[in-house]
Nanobody, 115 residues
Framework: QLQLTESGGGSVLAGESLTLSCAAS????????MGWLRQSPGKTREMVAM??????RYANSVKGRFTITRSLETMTVDLQMNNLKPEDIAVYYC??????????WGPGTQVTVSS
């Protein structure tokens, strides 16, 4: 069974950068995708960036500012976030999905951006 540990959240000023890191421990078979989602207060959880099948997908709101990188060897997935904006404020969750439809979530890490 997988466990995910997130790190790198924090408080920054608008225009600054943060890197979120997610490390998986345990055993995983048939990983389909790895990535990040976020949930802002009063909003539903949304996809931020995912990588699977050799391709990365980004939410339109973060394209050109965020970059996702993944290593299947080390079972890590990072999210480099540049030019952060107040609208990026959210709890960010790491998620790994498997081909059988299962998914494992991290506990979440808070990102706060002050203008």
């Amino acid at each position: 069974q997988l466990q995910l540990t997130e790190s790198g959240g924090g408080s920054v000023l608008a225009g600054e950068s943060l890197t979120l890191s997610c490390a998986a421990s345990g055993t995983a078979f048939g990983i389909n995708s790895m990535g990040w989602l976020r949930q802002s207060p009063g909003k539903t959880r949304e996809m931020v960036a995912m990588v699977g099948g050799g391709a990365a997908r980004y939410a339109n709101s973060v394209k050109g500012r965020f970059t996702i990188t993944r290593s299947l060897e080390t079972m890590t997935v990072d999210l480099q976030m540049n030019n952060l904006k107040p609208e990026d404020i959210a709890v960010y969750y790491c998620k790994i999905s498997t081909v059988n439809g299962g998914g494992t979530w991290g506990p979440g890490t808070q990102v706060t951006v002050s203008s």
